[in-house]
């Protein structure tokens, strides 16, 4: 894989020789050859302090024998590592009784008793008794360091994994250690919480009790839990987990090193995005309207119903007078089935996952010159012209941070205002929503020297995505044709929000897409298309499966108007919401861990999601909803189970040849990008666009996601729903005097698509001539993608 | 024996030694100035011949410690006079009175290691020589031996003091070198971060201490040879101790290597004060295992004789304890010294120096065990693996290895006493406390505690200034 295989030396470990690569830390070396160094502050993912000391190990060189810590000392040629030796256990004797001395003991009441390193090793290698009669060291406790997170300084051993992660991984170095000698202490800095949106990985990476997290906290023994393994699907990058259920109830995540998305790490929406599955919100039993209310009925009841009326409309009108829109938060199992319900039911071309705020099809399923995301690795320079990651993309944001700061690769971030990346990006280049075409024109040019040198470089990945809802989906087709005609090989990474949308779209819910990536030889509409067919009437009815277009298309109003007019509605759904509020029937389905399949991630990666939990009530996945509809339209699917389909995918999609459950189980446990191999059968030829420009207006309107906002599932997931900034507007300090403006101010932004009050907030990240509204926010009206605003101070 | 170098000046000269004035008058920055002609070869082929020893307290070769410096640029220059050994005061004295010898000494190491911006790092507890050396710095400066082309060479030097904030392990010269770069006072991790490879801004860097570069313009003046000629010993020059505790004439004394201690205490020192018994000595400040008459008072002060008795010269403090001493109080007080400065980075030194204290403490308030003793042997052991000398550290800087000198001492010489602590349920010598930390009157100074107002009249006739406070500078 990589081209220069680091020199190997050999050492002599516990007597028995070894080849190892040369400047790898002891401590690694010999785990990858069987053997264990106990270690609490030696973290795989992070570089080495040497504090805890509990990896002490005798070496003999030619320059003679010493103790050194096995972390913090590299192998050398003809090295002997004695980790067993009298002196080595005398060491981790002494090491365990010092940090045994402080510590509370109180294993019997703490989350960690169980699955606790300090518990483990004190075992393991341990002295078995601690003469310490002296008092221990008290601290308050716990004490919460942000809304997700609290901290027991008793428990704690001082081996600065957390403070290491927020500062080295994650690049928010909230938590740090404060005083000196015995009380050294870690701690949030005055008035600053640990409000980091990584901070549940400090919690898994702890070893010891000290950092805990509120959602799991005292709910379980780590010994009752059942421990299975999946993918998030939550972040586009699907960072692998284990999900970890007692009784049927999901408790927690952790996340599981995958060398080729995660590196173990997971956004604390990923990991603590699981509450909403158990909410009693959830629908359990079809719904039908009858008189103007939603009545529950049995499923015979509900699925007759809807076979008719899609029946009758098909026989009507033909099938394409049916739209569907959705099916980008389920399995690639139940794309297809969607994607077959479509063409082999229903008969029409009208269908799309992507709600008018992506970019195209074609483009995002492009497979030529596609980056894979440990390309960030591999390359010299790194463009990010895409939303901000650490909001949007946390899985990437940490990737490219890591690439940047620790690899030492050349990152290029272009953003409308300040983002998560800015402090280790080489060049950042900020423009105002609506003037991206006008600034890349000036790249290659020199009007950017550095940025172009940059750029210019043999192996550059390029990120795109739309950085807000200003700049149209063709920018990101522009820039990647660009970089590709600047540097010498430029490979394209497209993101997309929601998590399986590559899936859907392998699976052919593109209105120009069949499955496989194939190009349709009659197009379909997309969704705003679809929206304002229903609207004239062009369309009849419309089938939405986990969508909310009405709270997620950057244009509200063609969703309602589309919805409004819509002769018929039919909602599979998890919740009720503002869309599926104008369906005839709506029929709950199974939500994520209640299902099985596989989902692909935005590099094309494909892995397998497992089952944990029944779905609650009578609630059914998609896919068998789909099959039972189809029957009773007499054109049956003859889907039997995630497993058959999945072969059947394997068998009729030429991309996904070979992927099958058996094989991502046994074979393919971190996921194969497809095609497993073979020639990419879609090629895009983007073309760089010109004309639109940054419109004069004073204000000009930047709307982009935030990691908390009001989706659906997070709206009830308690822990982090709280968490969401809510309906405010961010401008720069310098405009405030011309409008009156200040902090906290309540303003009216008014657009030609929709207005609303917000609360503002002064924020130097935000340029001057820019409105940053989060967009999706609770109490925040939605404001269309048209860039000119108007700010009114109501107070 | 009565050669001064480094405290001539102010000797002969006492009321203005720490001026320009003075400093060019009686020679001063002539031997900076011929370092320009010198290439870096030279001069340090030159400083390693004359044999001079860092002064610091690892008495490593400075010629051969400007040899180990990377090709990488630019490099940088620390002067260490962070000078926070309990029993250490000498640099104060060369800080405060002849800072212009410091700083020509940090022009020839300098020039010697290819630096063009140099730091003094001072501790924060030194305000008036941290005053001196500022000054100096500042007519320096006005002179043109300091800035853009010094002494109008085309070669420049930017000299920079910095204030420590009160830790003494901001002596150690990886944390010394985190803390001017503004992070938190921890040794860093050797390897890879030898200063000489990477060191300040990640860039080769030459920690030296205040005493030692105070000794390059003599050697450049005199040359290596006669440098290293004045003495017999293998230990070169001379060598600044500071002499405190129970002898009638405590203070800062310069001193050919090769006397004896007891030259040093009964000579010197003036003997034991109100003629009590010696009982004990700390050879070179509180890192150092301890020395005891019966054994040691005839040993010479060398580098070599003192590691071969299983301790160190270190910085140069002498403490002298007297038949009155409590020697697990000595102890106790000592470890909390370590156990107060540890940084708290790494486990043994951070948990086994408090542990060692509180044993220390109940033993000495009559609460002690007879198995006491041994655990805190043990404890030590795990700090410092077989308590041996130089210590096999478990730790990542020598602080925790330090704490652990008095605990040999009480292990090898004093046991007996310990155990009677046990026995007795207490302490019986002057000053002891029913419980800690209420010392009463009678109460011997606490070693750690110096005392430096009696002026000395002995050959080396070097004065400790009286002046406590803040006298004008």
Known sequence: ?795 | MSTLLITKRMTDHPTDSHTIDRYEGTGGYAQAKRALGLSRDELVEEVKASGLLGRGGAAFSAGLKWSFLAPDRPSYLVINGDESEPGTFKDRQLLERDPHQMIEGIIITAIANEVHHAFVYIRGEYPKPARRVQTAIDEAYARGYLGRGIFGSDYDLELTVHLGGGAYICGEETALINSLEGLRGEPRLKPPYFPAAKGLYMKPTIVNNVETVSNLPHILGMGADSYSGLTDSADTGTFMMSLSGHVNRPGNYELPHGITWRDLIYDIGGGMRNDKELKAWIPGGASAPWFIPSNHLDLEITKDATAAAGSMLGSGAVIVMDEDTCMVRAAERVVRFFSHESCGQCTPCREGTTWMEMILRRIEDGEGRAVDLDLLVDVSDGISIDLAWPPKMTTICPLGPSAVSPIIALRDYFRDEVQEHVVRRGCWFPGAAVKSGGASPQTPRSPGVVDVSIQGRSPAVVVSEGDRGEGPG
């Open chain 1, 1 to 795: 894989m990589t081209s220069r295989d680091p020199q190997l030396v050999t050492i002599s470990l516990n007597g028995t020789e070894h080849q190892v690569p040369e400047g790898q830390m002891i401590i690694k070396a010999a785990q990858d050859n069987g053997t264990y160094i106990p270690r609490f502050c030696w973290h795989e993912r992070m570089n080495p302090v040497g504090m805890c000391r509990m990896c002490l190990v005798e070496i003999e060189t030619p320059r003679g024998k010493a103790m050194v810590t096995a972390c913090t000392n590299a192998v050398a040629d003809g090295m002997f590592v004695d980790t067993e030796s009298t002196e080595v256990k005398k060491a981790q004797e002494a090491i365990l009784e010092f940090l045994l001395a402080n510590h509370p003991l109180d294993c019997p009441v703490c989350d960690k008793g169980g699955e606790c390193p300090l518990q483990d090793q004190a075992l393991a290698y341990g002295p078995g008794e601690s003469r310490f009669v002296e008092i221990k060291r008290n601290y308050e406790k716990p004490i919460p360091i942000s809304d997700l997170v609290l901290l027991d300084r008793e428990r704690c051993i001082l081996c600065a994994r957390c403070t290491r992660f927020s500062d080295e991984i994650s690049g928010d170095p909230l938590i740090e250690f404060k005083d000196r000698g015995n009380t050294t202490q870690v701690n949030t800095f005055p008035d600053l919480p640990f409000s980091s949106y990584f901070s549940g990985n400090t919690v898994q990476i702890c070893p010891v009790g000290a950092l805990t997290a509120k959602p799991y906290r005292f709910r379980a023994r780590p010994w009752d839990l059942q421990k299975v393994e999946s993918s998030s699907m939550f972040d586009t990058a699907h960072p692998r987990i284990e999900i970890h259920s007692s009784q049927n109830e999901i408790l927690r995540y952790t996340g599981v090193d995958n060398d080729h998305t995660n590196h173990g790490w997971l956004s604390d929406k990923d990991r603590f995005g699981f509450e909403y599955l158990r909410s009693d919100k959830r629908l359990t039993r079809p719904l039908v309207k009858r008189d103007g209310e939603m009545v529950e009925v049995d499923w015979h009841e509900a699925l007759d119903m809807v076979a008719n009326r899609l029946a009758l409309i098909r026989s009507e009108d033909g099938g394409e007078t049916t739209a569907i829109v959705g099916g980008a938060h389920g399995t690639n199992e139940d794309a297809y089935a969607l994607s077959r319900f479509a063409s082999d039911v229903l008969g029409t071309p009208h269908v799309d996952v992507r709600l008018d705020d992506s970019l195209a099809s074609h483009f995002l399923a492009a497979t030529v010159d596609r980056a894979v995301i440990s390309d960030v690795d591999r390359a010299d320079t790194i463009l990010v012209w895409a939303p901000d990651l650490k909001e949007e993309h946390p899985t990437l944001y940490l990737r490219v941070r890591r690439a940047a700061q620790e690899l030492g690769k050349t990152l290029v971030v272009v953003h409308p205002r300040a983002t998560g990346l800015d402090d280790r990006a080489a060049h950042k280049l900020t423009y105002r929503p609506g003037g991206g075409f006008a600034l890349l024109d000036e790249f290659g040019s020199g009007a950017h020297p550095d940025i172009d040198a940059a750029l210019s470089a043999d192996d550059v990945v390029v990120i795109v995505g739309a950085p807000g809802h200003a700049d149209g989906p063709k920018l990101a087709e522009a820039v990647a044709a660009r970089i590709r005609d600047l540097a010498g090989r430029a490979r394209i990474l497209p993101l997309n929000s929601r998590a399986n949308t590559f899936g859907a779209l392998d699976m052919g819910l593109a209105p120009d897409l069949e499955p496989g990536r194939v190009a349709r030889k009659r197009p379909g509409k997309d969704t705003r298309q679809i929206m304002e067919a229903l609207d004239k009437g062009e369309i009849r009815a419309l089938v939405l499966v986990g969508a909310d277009p009405v709270r997620d298309m950057p244009d509200p109003r063609v969703a309602a108007e589309g919805l409004l007019s819509a002769e018929y509605v039919v909602a599979i759904d998890l919740f009720h919401n503002e869309s599926n509020a104008h369906a005839d029937v709506i029929l709950p389905a199974a939500g994520f861990a209640e299902k099985e399949g596989t989902v692909t991630n935005l590099e094309g990666r494909v892995q397998k999601v497992n089952r944990v939990r029944p779905a609650p009530g009578f609630a059914r996945s998609d896919w068998s909803i789909l099959d039972d509809l189809a029957a009773r339209m007499d054109a049956p699917l003859g889907l039997v189970s995630e497993e058959k389909i999945a072969k059947e995918i394997s068998e009729n999609v030429a991309l996904y040849a070979g992927v099958t459950h058996d094989y991502l189980e046994w074979e393919a446990r971190d996921g194969v990008v497809v095609p497993i191999e073979g020639s990419q059968p879609f090629e895009y030829i983007p073309v760089a666009l010109k004309g639109s420009s940054e419109p004069g207006a004073q204000f000009v309107l930047h709307s982009a996601r935030t990691m908390y906002d009001d989706g659906v599932r997070l709206r009830f997931s308690p822990s982090l729903h709280p968490l969401a900034p809510g309906a405010v507007a961010h401008l720069n300090p310098a405009d405030a005097p011309s409008i009156g403006l200040s902090h906290g101010s309540t303003v009216r932004v008014t657009t030609s698509q929709g207005e609303g009050e917000f609360t503002a907030a002064l924020d130097e990240g935000t340029p001057p001539g820019v409105v940053y509204v989060p967009f999706n926010q609770s109490g925040g009206a939605s404001l269309g993608s048209d860039p000119v605003v108007r700010v009114k101070v109501l107070t």
